[in-house]
Nanobody, 124 residues
Framework: VQLQASGGGLVQAGGSLRLSCAASARTFRDYDISWFRQAPGKERVFLGGIRRTNSNAVYADSVKGRFTISRDGLKSHVYLQMNSLKPEDTAVYYC??????????????????WGQGTQVTVSS
């Protein structure tokens, strides 16, 4: 299973970015896909995920209302739309595949496969 995250870059505070996680359709059929981020010197933090069974998305409270996760109709990409970006959103963003229980969605250790990460830098 290979995941490839892309779409990161430099954006001003208040701006938007859309990250993409590419994988095979089978990957998205077999696994839930979540997004995490990791700032320098900090732990990897759950942002949200989309379930393989019904495409429902769940979000961390910290990004609810600003970030949206979706998948395309061909189910070959999962997106993380980020709006109203803040300097504290600066981090490396990762997509991950796994089958965690909904109650454990935020546990990075339960995800089997990870993309390589894409850097997001938000300037003030």
């Amino acid at each position: 299973v290979q995941l490839q995250a892309s779409g990161g870059g430099l954006v001003q505070a208040g701006g938007s970015l859309r990250l993409s996680c590419a994988a095979s359709a089978r990957t998205f059929r077999d696994y839930d896909i979540s997004w995490f981020r990791q700032a320098p010197g900090k732990e990897r933090v759950f942002l949200g995920g989309i379930r393989r069974t019904n495409s429902n998305a769940v979000y961390a409270d910290s990004v609810k209302g600003r970030f949206t996760i979706s998948r395309d109709g061909l189910k070959s990409h999962v997106y993380l739309q980020m709006n109203s970006l803040k300097p504290e959103d600066t981090a490396v963003y990762y997509c991950a595949a796994g089958r965690p229980a909904l109650s454990a969605y935020d546990r990075a250790g339960l995800y089997y496969f990870w993309g390589q990460g894409t850097q997001v830098t938000v300037s003030s």
